[in-house]
């Protein structure tokens, strides 16, 4: 008889990924472990969407104290305290670690601390304990990519980790190292904050992937806030003075032209790597490309009962992408017939306005070979957005020409990510700009912008003049 095995599933990492996985095995009925060798709830709770969120809240918060004066209210004394911004936002994370803690226990979730090594397929070690189980699922998540020359010190230099603590007094000068998601989201953080900042990007342009269009849009808004925005541009080397400024050597990527420029603080947020190296996946033949470990629509590796998911199993590196593969993965498991066969995964920066976006992109969309047709609707035009003093930005809505299907949908403005769901809601069920304005959206609400969109498809928008 061959012997038992100590777990029916054993989960490597508890971010977002494996958290969701080990919750929904455990639903189902499976005996599962989840080994952490860090924290309860990985990059997203602890360093990632959550306190950067908290950060940008309270950073918008001190924005609209100073824009109130527009409608009369004024506030003789507006001060930041920096100490008791941190503890806050720490406290949300330890609640929100607290509670993933709590789900564990409710779901008989056997929490493992420790780093786990592959010892052989079945089995895997932590410390000097061996456990084996039927089915693995490696959620190791991802770190943040190193830029030689520019030698992260979480002090003066320092990466999302490391920027999360907001130094008091804050920087007066703040070089952010990239223009993606993660370099806007603190750009907008440390400028509301009183920083200067500026964002350099080695590509032609700034959050790649996003609509051409939106993306102009977002960062003329993020220029208007005075965060000033070059491209094609990169930093060689950022030398520390003895006064504690830092002396940063940037390059023009399309003259080769070089200029030194002084800083008090440079984040460096040029990508992230998968975290799959140390965990003997080569021992066991597991298949990995750049890094990233490559799997099927079931989550499952060349090794069938080793599933991979989240960042460590491959772009977008997104929350929401490994928490659904981490169902996916434990479905599957349990014997149900799951797939991970998303019609769009959801983009999002957190910023004021926000951008946010899913489907195909203008762009994408030819590509792809479509007819389409656009739709656009302006915030300027929204009376709740008026309300709200926000009205910079527009939603977009892609659709193919004849059958009127939703391809994608791209939104600058106050609470995008938030309307999203409707549009994420509208690709998975196939729905055409027809159908989103057939349904009454209530008023004044920042979602009407999305009917109107989808009525300017048609050019029947009717707040607007439609050309
Ligand atoms: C600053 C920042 C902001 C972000 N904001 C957002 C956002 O707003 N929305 C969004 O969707 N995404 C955001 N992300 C991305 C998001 O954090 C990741 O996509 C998500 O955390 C990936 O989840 P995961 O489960 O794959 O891995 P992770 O969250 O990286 O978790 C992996 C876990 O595995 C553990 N681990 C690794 N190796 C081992 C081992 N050998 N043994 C035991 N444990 C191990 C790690 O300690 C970690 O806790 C952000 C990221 C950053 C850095």
Redesign the pocket.
Known sequence: MTKAMDFDVLI?????????AAIRAAQLGLKVAC???????????????????ALLHAGDELAASKHAAEFGLTFSDTRLDIGKLNKWKDGIVTKLTGGVGGLFKANKVTH?I????FVDAQSIK?GDKTYTASNFIV??????AKLPGLDVDQQSIV???G??VIPDPVPARMLCVGGG??GF??AHIYNNMGSQVKIIEFLPNVIPGADAGAVAAFRKAMEKQGIEVQTQTKANKAEKQPDGTLKVELEDVKTGEKRTETYDRVLV?VG?RP?SA??NLEGLGIVTERGFITVNSRMQTNVAHIYA?????GN????????K??LVAAEVIAGEPAEMDPVAIP??V?TSPELAWVGLTEEEAKAKGYKIKTGQFPFAASGRAMTLQSTDGFVKMVTEEGTDLVLGVHIVGPHASDMLGEASLGLEMAATAGDIALTIHAHPTLGESVLEAAEAVHKQAIHIVNR
């Open positions: 490597i990492g508890a971010g977002p990924g494996g958290y969701h080994v952490e060798k860090e924290y309860l709830g990985g990059v997203c709770l602890n360093v990632g969407c959550i306190p950067t969120k493992l420790g780093e786990a090594v932590v959620a190791t998540g991802s770190e943040p990466d999302s980790t920027a999360l998601v993660i989201e603190f947020a992230r975290r140390g965990l998911i989240g960042d460590v199993a977008p590196m997104l929350a929401h992408k490994a928490m593969e981490g983009g999002v957190y």
